[in-house]
């Protein structure tokens, strides 16, 4: 069976400090997913700048197919010493977990990741080897569906130190709150702001590192179908609908106020429009009974794409739920996106594109498709 | 007195060409007059040439500015 996984991430500065001096880096191909985590020595812009510089160059190789040894030699080659403390710059974690469950973790300095599995606390085997003369922890383990992976850095393990813990939350608090019935979470992303939120009640509200989460919980494959656009010839109003609807896994969406009427027209449905303008670039979103989300066209494509161009991660996402936003989380965590474009062009749109600088359907979603390609998000286009 | 049923098309066109405005104009209309007024949304009202349209009590008006609108709600509430 194919897996992936939700990542959700979370982060908190250092008390009176503007910038996180840990960076997290995801990326996902058609057949694993990579998270890199690094955590800069001390805080603030120099923490910064080597988190960000150590988990911009373990990308830049991962991406190219460089073996995780070689690019673990290269960090560690690269990475400066402080001359002050006789330690590297920053420390890092890389996990990667292939479509078949197998995982690989290599840790350098960070405080070890957690598996859980039926809400209990799965112990990774590590092994140590030498690269460049630093210690690197090594674990191979296989993961299944409904696990849950977690990753910290040192100021989540250490929060509260000399305040409300003489020796901070520690991994034993940090696992005991967790596995404790009243702690509650369904998604990743939920698990990953508790920790920190947690972290931020340890240093009573006067985080004394910068803390980061990053939380992934292990599934099957998601699938998006977008429909948009009517038919060129509405005989195959049918046909397209039909194709929509296919395939129970697929999530189902409707973007465009025609191809909403065709769709509702042929399941026999009504259509309620909500009268929530929530983003005003936006217009709000509709119900069809059976249909997972229904959304304008051209507009909300546009700005979806805008939406997905800018983010890295999924606490980045406008805190909004206008169509656009929904739109571009649906997409965001599918690993395959399916778009039923019709090509038919509504002439009153032409000035408006033209006026408003908008792509019009078909151009856009080419760019959103090579926008997900690029991020290893397999895609389909059908015309009608 | 009778509800009134507005149904504003929010479809790209209408909504380029300024159905929000004219929804906010409704919005802040006089307690008195807004509550006598069912607001609905539609995604498209099928003449997306001439927007902004709002069916007014079930009659297609196309081109609709927030003057035009606020004439044809002073007259219906004077009927009524």
């Known amino acids: 069976m194919k897996l992936t996984a939700d990542i959700g991430v979370a982060k908190g500065n250092k008390y009176r400090e503007e910038l996180c001096g840990d960076a997290v880096k995801i990326i996902r191909t058609a057949g694993q997913t990579t998270v890199i985590l690094s955590d800069g020595l001390g805080s603030g812009v120099k923490a910064n700048i080597v988190a960000t510089l150590t988990t911009q160059i373990a990308t830049g190789l991962l991406q190219r197919q460089v073996p995780i040894e070689h690019v673990i030699s290269t960090i560690v080659d690269t990475l400066p010493t402080c001359r002050v403390r006789g330690l590297a710059y920053a420390t890092f974690s890389i996990l990667q977990i292939h479509a078949d469950g197998r995982a690989m973790l290599y840790e350098y300095d960070s405080p070890p990741a957690f598996l859980f599995r039926n809400d209990r606390v799965v112990f990774l085997e590590r092994t140590t080897r030498t690269i460049c003369g630093r210690t690197i922890h090594e674990s191979n383990f296989y993961v299944e569906e409904e696990d849950v992976l977690l990753m910290v850095t040192d100021g989540i393990i250490n929060a509260g130190v000399g305040e409300s813990f003489d020796l901070g939350l520690g991994e034993d608090g940090l696992m005991h709150f967790l596995t404790s019935p009243c702690t509650n979470w369904h998604s990743a992303e939920q698990l990953a702001d508790f920790i920190v939120k947690l972290a931020h009640t340890c240093y009573r509200n006067q985080l004394g590192d910068d803390c980061t989460a990053v939380a992934l919980r292990v599934r099957a494959p998601k699938m998006v179908t977008v429909l948009s656009g009517p038919p060129l010839s509405p005989e195959n109003d049918v046909a397209m609908v039909q194709a929509l609807m296919e395939g129970n896994s697929s999530k189902k969406i409707v973007c465009g106020g025609t191809s909403a009427k065709i769709v509702a027209r042929i399941l026999k449905a009504e259509i309620e429009t909500t009268l929530d303008y929530i983003d005003p670039r936006v217009p709000p979103v509709a119900k069809i009974k059976g249909i997972d989300l229904v959304t304008e066209g051209v507009l909300t494509l546009n700005r979806c794409y805008e939406i997905l161009r800018e983010v890295q991660s999924v606490c980045e996402f406008p805190r909004t739920a206008d169509g656009a936003t929904l739109l571009a989380k649906e997409i965001w965590n599918a690993e395959e ?48 | 007195m009778k509800i009134l049923t507005l149904e504003f098309c929010v479809g790209t066109a209408c909504h380029m060409k300024g159905t929000p ?46 003057d035009s609108l606020s004439d044809l709600l002073k007259r219906y509430f004077q009927q009524e």
């Open chain 1, 337 to 384: 996106v399916r778009f039923l474009v019709g090509k038919s062009f509504n002439q009153a749109h032409a000035n408006i594109e033209e006026l408003m600088q908008l792509a019009p359907r078909q151009y856009i979603i080419t760019r959103l498709v090579s926008l997900l390609n690029s991020r290893g998000v397999r895609t389909e286009i059908i015309y009608y």
């Open chain 2, 21 to 66: 405005d004219i929804i906010a104009a409704v919005e802040a209309l006089p307690p008195e007059m807004r509550s006598n007024i069912l607001l609905r949304l539609t995604h498209c009202l099928g003449n997306c040439g001439a927007g902004p349209n709002v069916k007014f009590d079930g009659i297609l008006h196309s081109r609709v500015t927030v």
